[in-house]
């Protein structure tokens, strides 16, 4: 399936009339299933997950409302929480986890660094269920949860999803940037 995750844009409290709640909450991590002449409108337009649709960035004018030449512009497949900085994703064809993990996509996510004051977020392995026709079928759930940083520290993870490989065995390998890890997940049944 010929799909991409896109990291979105920050910044907007400190270089626009933006709130800290709006930085924190916009815009979304966005997911593309890519056709040809598949556009996104990056830098031009982002994905405000509030309003549901594509808005005119503040650099081109844009107010957090206008809509402007993003209009026509691909929507995402998929639109994750602001910030949390999608790294990888990966298709799980593997059949070692429980059935609710077989067929969707796991996206690693390496963290927010500017949510602040607000706490950050999003270190971690995210699943999304996919139909078998290949679209989004239901909300994400976090997969895996690496520590988030103490309110405070932008840059104080310790560790940060980064990349992902499923094993022979259908194990989940995680790469971890900011603790120098790679991460076996397997599934070994109830105990």
């Given amino acids: ?3 991409t995750v896109s990291h979105g844009r920050d910044n907007l409290s400190s270089n626009w009339a933006f709130t800290e709640q709006q930085n924190a909450d916009v815009p979304a991590e966005e997911m593309f299933r890519l056709d040809r002449g598949t556009d996104g409108g990056w830098p031009y337009c982002y994905f405000d997950p509030g309003a549901r649709r594509k808005v005119l960035a503040p650099e081109y004018g844009g107010n957090g409302t206008q809509v402007g030449r993003c209009t026509g512009k ?8 602001a910030h949390w900085a999608p790294n990888d994703l ?6 070692q986890f429980p059935t609710q993990y077989r067929g969707g996509a796991f996206v690693a996510f390496h963290g927010s660094w500017n949510r602040a004051p607000l706490p950050q977020q999003g270190f971690n392995v995210a699943f999304l269920p996919m139909t078998a026709a290949g679209a989004p079928s239901g909300p994400h759930s976090v997969f895996a949860q690496a ?7 932008q840059g104080g993870a310790r560790h940060r999803p980064t990349g992902l490989a499923q094993g022979p065995d259908g194990s989940l390998y995680v790469s971890d940037d900011a603790g120098g890890r790679i991460w076996r997940i397997m599934y070994v049944g109830e105990r």
């Fill in 147 to 153: 520590p988030v940083p103490a309110p405070g520290q």
């Fill in 90 to 95: 990966l298709f799980y064809t593997g059949t």
């Fill in 1 to 3: 399936m010929p799909f």
């Fill in 74 to 81: 691909a929507t995402p497949a998929y639109a994750f929480p």
